[in-house]
């Protein structure tokens, strides 16, 4: 059982926005900042958003990261069959004193 | 370019000792805390440990606390996973990553290195 919540999967048409959520607590995403990191087939995770909604360069604008109290989203627009992947945020937990990620979410691009 | 290489990994009984070495190249080393997350067979990431930069502070994961130590020697750009008392639940690969900001995000991973806990 992760400590940060995630569906377990999403899926919407090509050129459609999608939405991925992660809910937390006061001891993680309430207090901490939130990354989400895409997990294409076969490879290693890459940084999608830091710092909550900061994009590391070469990321396009497509993806958007928001949070709002103890809950984070990430949000995907114009949708490609390239960003099929399975989508992980993480964030560090005060209380634990570690990193935790949520459980991670398939993007199914129909 | 950045660039981690993580090797060390093999299959090992339960009960076993590891090494896990990552070679990082492309930034300064020693300006960034680094960390070890891993990703059992089909499941999702989890985080294992935590070094700063200068080896000061480091932190586990509960699952691992008490039988994995995380180090790293700046003067050869280099981060250890030391593995001991191994079990079946610790076989995944393990990914050595450099930290953004400390906590705030992980901004390059490794290709990982595969552990097998096997009888």
């Known amino acids: 059982q992760s400590v940060l919540t995630q569906p377990p999967s999403v899926s919407a048409a090509p050129g459609q926005k999608v939405t991925i959520s992660c809910s937390g607590s006061?001891?993680?995403?309430?207090?901490?900042?939130v990354s989400w990191y895409q997990q294409l087939p076969g490879t290693a995770p890459k940084l999608l958003i830091y710092d909550n909604n900061r994009r590391p360069s070469g990321i396009p604008d497509r993806f958007s990261g928001s949070k709002s109290g103890t809950s984070a989203t990430l949000g995907i627009t114009g949708l490609q069959t390239g960003d099929e992947a399975d989508y992980y945020c993480g964030t560090w937990d005060s209380s634990l004193s570690a990193v935790v990620f949520g459980g991670g979410t398939k993007l199914t691009v129909l | 370019e950045v660039q981690l290489v993580e090797s060390g990994g093999v299959v090992v009984q339960p009960g076993g000792s590891l090494r896990l070495s990552c070679a990082a190249s492309?930034?300064?080393?020693?300006?960034?805390?680094m960390h070890w997350v891993r990703q059992a067979p089909g499941k999702g990431l989890e985080w294992v440990s935590l070094i700063s930069w200068d080896g000061g502070r480091t932190y586990c994961a509960d699952s691992v606390k008490g039988r994995f130590t995380i180090s790293r020697d700046n003067s050869k750009n280099s981060l250890f996973l030391q593995m001991n008392s191994l079990r079946a639940e610790d076989t995944a690969l393990y990914y050595c990553?450099?930290?953004?900001?400390?906590?705030?995000?992980?901004?390059?991973w490794g290709q990982g290195t595969l552990v097998t806990v096997s009888s």
């Open positions: 990553v450099k930290a953004h900001g400390g906590t705030r995000g992980m901004d390059y």
């Open positions: 492309g930034f300064t080393f020693d300006d960034y805390a």
């Open positions: 006061s001891s993680n995403i309430g207090n901490n900042y």
